[in-house]
């Protein structure tokens, strides 16, 4: 979610309680305990490593990998990861703005969606995971030919 907030000179704007109650919940949730940006980094860096530990397994073993979409928060995990090229043949993405060019850091062609099917990988890399269920649904085809998707969050599974 998004928030919006205007910040002004005393009586500008009339102070609502939203402020007061982002702020309880937010203390509620224990985030403003360093404790819990700790646990935080732990399962990010564990993530990181059974991720790329598992791409890299099927990599070697001589399967074809792709990601599925090109969205903002699979390229923060693509960087963070660092998951390249040496990993990934392409994206595949549905934006035609986003065909012909790389993604952001790790530089992966991204293909129309249309030019994947016609030569698809063993495994796609799922990296709008928020949309599983919708893709799963989508790519029926694709799974019933023996493809399979990697879902790298909350932990990755190959599904």
């Known amino acids: 979610g998004s928030i919006v907030a205007y910040i002004s000179r005393k009586g500008r704007f009339p102070r609502t309680a939203n402020p007061d109650r982002l702020i309880a919940e937010e203390k509620q949730k224990g985030l403003h305990d360093i404790k819990r940006f700790n646990q935080f980094a732990a399962k990010a860096a564990q993530i990181k490593t059974d991720l790329v ?3 890299r397994d099927l990599k070697a073993k001589g399967n074809r990998i792709a990601a599925y979409g ?5 390229n923060t995990l693509l960087n963070y990861c660092r998951i390249g090229t040496d990993i990934l043949d392409y994206a595949t993405e549905k934006n035609s703005l986003k065909w012909g060019l790389y993604t952001p850091g790790m530089h992966i062609p991204v293909i129309p969606e249309q030019e994947a099917w016609s030569n698809p990988p063993d495994y796609y890399l799922m990296l709008a ?13 694709f799974r019933a030919r023996g493809g399979k998707f990697i879902v790298p969050i909350p932990e990755p599974r190959i599904m």
């Open 70 to 74: 090109a969205p903002a928060k699979g």
């Open 129 to 141: 995971w928020n949309f599983l269920d919708e893709l799963l649904e989508k790519e029926k085809e």
């Open 53 to 55: 530990a598992m791409l």
